[in-house]
């Protein structure tokens, strides 16, 4: 093989590698998950409770049955993260944050270009040795194509080929063919991955900061079934109550009258039992309207599937009672909360997004100072193809190369920048030292009424046993003759307030407890439930990164 050939496979060869090289994903993030997974009702149990995966689409819950709902606590809560129509909007802003990172990754895709074009010209040459002028006719026409590429390192790549035809009335034809491959590099602003990788590590932090947001959501959501459950529960039972005390009421009117009419009353007393009556009507009427409003709100955050959702019964299997726990240390509620709460976790993760935004506006003070090399090679003919051969026959090349300058004289835009952004950090740092200051604060004072209400249910209890003992002498009295109907009612009153305040204190308890896991950040937790934004944000490791840029995190299992 001579060397005309060696020389035309050496160039093909190295045209193959260039052009399969500025194809690599260099800097293309690798599809993976989020950072966490997104769990749904609907899974199967665990040991911790019940783990949530995917929710069943719409048209298979609109086949479920549209009855009366059967509900436990657990169960109205995995109903409400399945079907509430705010969570499910919530649901898909990691996904939504997601595609900006795609959008960032996509400063590192290949780009192709290619272009055609065509010219004429027409010109008059004075021949003075001819006695006359004479007229040239050219025709030209041109393509290319290209390949670009930008690395994470601050490396942009290009390789283009091109071809030429030209057409003369005064020359021969010609076609020229050229394969060009240039590399810059920047030296200064714009080199390294940091700052080149700086928008998509932030995108990513934007993703994180979404499902935390979700999970502080979906927290909310949670707190906010459980407290409407058991309001519905306590709205429930003060209608058994009223109805009880109305009763009463009404058999107290009763036994006035007899008792007026054989003349062992005076005719005064009928008035006091008729207001009572009155009066235990009333509150009836309010018990009974809250009711309505209480399973209203209920079914809201439920959004049951099965259709005439405002229409539909809702029985409730959970009683209140006071569970059986014993609270650990404040303090170790406080660490809790300083780990899992989604608003410290957002806050750590804005000031590693300012700390990348300090990357970028750092690099904006150096000037622009770029190295560049072109590597050229072209063919010449009087044919296209035999062009193209001759770009590895020939002997001629091309190479040229540099080093560019540029930076603005006072540079007050990337200046203010970067101050901006070191205010913006250190404001980003006290906020988070703030916010630790308002959690602690909420976490003790959460733990002070979970012992408050604790306490009062114990005392609510005494006070309703002796308004029960009241009640019952004071009536027995009333049959002897020895009290009046005023102050029988005024018994009855005492033992009807007695009661549903012993209901209310421990429905306080419980939503208490509801309220002190919520601040904490361990309520999903608590309730057996998997989500997103569970692991506390720590710094990135960059150790991690491959060589894509990419971040490997592997969920960490809840203990």
Known sequence: MNNRNHGRIRTLALLLLCASWALLPACTPVEKPLGDELWYPGGKKTGAGRQLEKAPSAEKSAELPAGPLDLSVNDAILMALENNREFLIERMNPAIRKTREKIESSAFDTTVTADVGASRSRTEKDTTSSGGYTNSVSRSTDAGVGLSKRFAGGT??????????????????????????????????????????????????????????????????????????????????????????????????????ERIKIGKLAGVELAAAEAEAASRKSALIDARSDLAKTRLRLLRMLNPPGGNTWSREVNLRNQPAVPEIKLDDVESYVKVAMRMRPEMNQARLQIKRQELEIVKTRNGLLPRLDLFITLGKS???????????????????????????????????????????RFNLEQAKESLRNLEQLIEVDVRSAYIEVNRAKEQVTASAATRKHREETHKAEVEKFRVGKSTTILVAQAERDLVASRISEIRTIVEYLKSMVELYRLEGALLERRGILGPGRNPADPPDKSAENPEGTTETTPEKPK
């Open 379 to 421: 063919g010449y003919a009087d044919s296209f193809a035999t062009s193209f051969s001759n770009i590895s026959d020939e002997d001629s090349y091309g190479i040229s190369g540099g080093i560019s300058f540029e930076f603005p004289v006072r540079n007050r835009s990337a200046r203010a920048s970067h101050r901006s952004a």
């Open 156 to 257: 942009d790549v290009s390789l283009e080929l091109s071809t030429a035809r030209t057409l003369s009335s005064m020359y021969s034809d010609e076609h020229r063919s050229r394969a060009g491959l240039t590399f810059t590099q920047a030296l200064l602003q714009g080199a390294g991955t940091d700052v080149n990788l700086a928008r998509l590590r932030q995108a990513r932090i934007d993703t994180l900061v979404s499902q935390y947001e979700l999970r502080g959501f979906a927290e909310s959501l949670v707190a906010n079934v459980e407290r409407t459950y058991w309001d519905y529960v306590l709205a429930k039972r003060n209608i058994e109550i009223y109805s009880d005390s109305l009763k009463i009421a009404q058999q107290q009117l009763s036994e006035t009258k």
